[in-house]
C-alpha cells in the first residue's frame, strides 16, 4: 500500500479506532501498574517488586517460540479478539486476588495475552497505513499512549489512595474489552501468507530477520545490554520516591505521569523523522538521555529534581520507542513482521530477566541511590560505543541515509 506522506493518517478509519483504543488500554496499564507496584511493595519490600517485575516479563519470553507463530499464522482479527479478552478476564481476577502468589500467576497470564496482542498490532498497523505512514503513525501513536500514561498514573495513584486497588484494575480490566471490540470492527486484516508458518523456529526465523540487516544488527545488540542496566532502577523506583524523597502513593503516580508527559514529546518529535539514519539518532539519543536523567534521580533530594529526572526518562524513552519501532517494522519482510516483533520483544524481555535481580542485588549493596548513578553511567556509555560502531561501520552508515 503506497501512500503520499502528506496523508494524513487520520484519513484511514480503521487508524481513528485503533490508536484511541489502544492509547485508552495503555492508560488502563499505567492505572494497574500504580495499584500493582504498591500492592507489591507494601507486601514485600524489594523482593517482591522484583518478583512482579519478573511476573511482567517471563511470559514475554517464554512465548516466543509461539507468539510470533500466531501473530504470522492466523487471521489478526482471531488473535487480537481473543489476546484482548484474556487480557480482560486476568484483569478482573487481578482486582479480586489479595496474596502475592495469586497476583503473580494473574500478571503472567495477563502477559501471556500481551506476548500475543503486542506483535499482531505491530504488525497489523502497517497494513492500514502503509510503510511510507509508518513512523508517523507510530510517533503519533506514543505521543497518544503519553498522554494517556500522564493520565493513568495520575489517577492511579489517586484512585488506589483513595479506595484500594481494585478499582484500578477493573479499570484496566475494562479498556482491555474495549480493545476487543475494536480489534472485531477493525476491516483491514493480516492473513498468513501460504507457507509462511512452516519456517523452522520463529525466534530464529525473527533474529534472522534482524541480524540480515547491518543497521538493526548494532541498534538491538546495543539495545539488549543498555536494557540490562535501564531496567534494573525498575526495582529501587518505588522506594527512591516514597523512601528517600518522602512522597506517597499520589505523588508517585504524579512523578510516572511526568514520565509520560515526557514521552508525548518525545515520541512526537521521533514520529517526524523521515530517514533510518536520524530514526537512529534518535535512538541513540534516547538511551544516553535515559541514561543521564537516572544520574540526576539518583543525585536528587527534592520533587523539583525527581520531576525533572522523570520527565527527562520519558522524552528519552518515547524518542526511542518509536524509533526503534519504527525501524524495526520498515526494514524487515512484511511476511515475517510478528516474528521479528515477537522476537525483538522477547528477547528484550529476556535482558530484564537478568536486569531484574541485577537490580535488587545493587539496590542491597549500593543501595537505592547509588543504583541510579551506576546504572545511569553504564545506559551513557551504551549509547556512545553504540554511536561509535555505527561511525566506523560505514557499510551500516551508507545503508541508513540510503534509507
Not at 501498574?33 to 511470559?59: E, K, Q, Y
Not at 553504564?378 to 551500516?396: H, M
Amino acid at each position: 500500500m503506497k501512500q503520499s506522506l502528506q496523508t494524513s493518517i487520520w484519513s484511514f478509519p480503521d487508524i481513528r479506532l485503533v490508536l484511541p483504543a489502544r492509547a485508552l488500554s495503555y492508560a488502563g496499564d499505567s492505572v494497574a501498574l500504580v495499584a500493582l507496584m504498591l500492592r507489591v511493595s507494601h507486601d514485600g519490600g524489594p523482593g517482591a517488586i522484583t518478583a512482579l517485575l519478573l511476573a511482567f516479563a517471563v511470559p514475554t519470553v517464554a512465548m516466543i517460540p509461539l507468539a510470533g507463530r500466531i501473530v504470522d499464522g492466523h487471521d489478526s482479527r482471531t488473535v487480537l479478539v481473543w489476546a484482548s479478552l484474556l487480557q480482560a478476564i486476568a484483569g478482573v481476577g487481578l482486582a479480586f486476588s489479595h496474596g502475592l502468589a495469586e497476583t503473580l500467576a494473574l500478571v503472567c497470564v495477563l502477559q501471556v495475552g500481551q506476548a500475543v496482542a503486542g506483535p499482531a498490532w505491530g504488525a497489523l498497523i502497517p497494513r492500514i497505513v502503509g510503510d511510507e505512514l509508518v513512523g508517523k503513525t507510530t510517533g503519533t501513536s506514543q505521543a497518544l499512549i503519553g498522554v494517556a500514561t500522564l493520565a493513568g498514573s495520575a489517577v492511579g495513584g489517586v484512585l488506589v489512595g483513595w479506595s484500594g486497588d481494585r478499582g484500578a484494575l477493573l479499570l484496566d480490566a475494562l479498556t482491555f474489552l474495549v480493545l476487543g471490540l475494536v480489534a472485531r470492527l477493525v476491516t483491514t486484516r493480516r492473513r498468513p501468507e501460504p507457507g509462511a508458518v512452516r519456517e523452522p523456529g520463529a525466534l530464529m526465523a525473527g533474529l534472522r530477520s534482524l541480524y540480515g540487516d547491518s543497521l538493526l544488527r548494532i541498534l538491538v545488540t546495543c539495545l539488549w545490554v543498555f536494557v540490562l542496566t535501564g531496567e534494573a532502577v525498575n526495582v529501587v523506583e518505588v522506594f527512591l520516591v516514597t523512601d528517600e524523597v518522602g512522597l506517597g502513593a499520589s505523588g508517585y503516580g504524579w512523578l510516572m505521569a511526568a514520565q509520560g508527559a515526557g514521552a508525548i514529546l518525545g515520541a512526537w518529535g521521533s514520529g517526524r523523522l523521515v530517514t533510518a539514519a536520524s530514526r537512529s539518532r534518535a535512538l541513540l539519543a534516547g538511551m544516553a538521555a535515559i541514561g543521564g536523567s537516572c544520574v540526576l534521580m539518583g543525585l536528587s533530594h527534592d520533587v523539583v529534581t525527581l520531576a525533572i529526572g522523570c520527565l527527562a526518562v520519558g522524552a528519552g524513552s518515547g524518542m526511542l520507542n518509536a524509533a526503534c519501532s519504527t525501524l524495526i517494522v520498515t526494514r524487515t519482510a512484511e511476511h515475517v513482521r510478528g516474528r521479528v516483533v515477537a522476537a525483538l520483544g522477547g528477547t528484550v524481555r529476556g535482558c530484564s530477566l537478568i536486569a531484574l535481580p541485577l537490580g535488587g542485588l545493587l539496590g542491597a549493596v549500593l543501595g537505592t541511590r547509588m543504583t541510579f548513578v551506576t546504572c545511569g553511567i553504564t545506559g551513557v556509555v551504551t549509547a556512545a560505543i553504540a554511536a561509535v560502531l555505527l561511525v566506523r561501520t560505514k557499510d551500516s552508515v551508507v545503508e541508513a541515509v540510503s534509507h
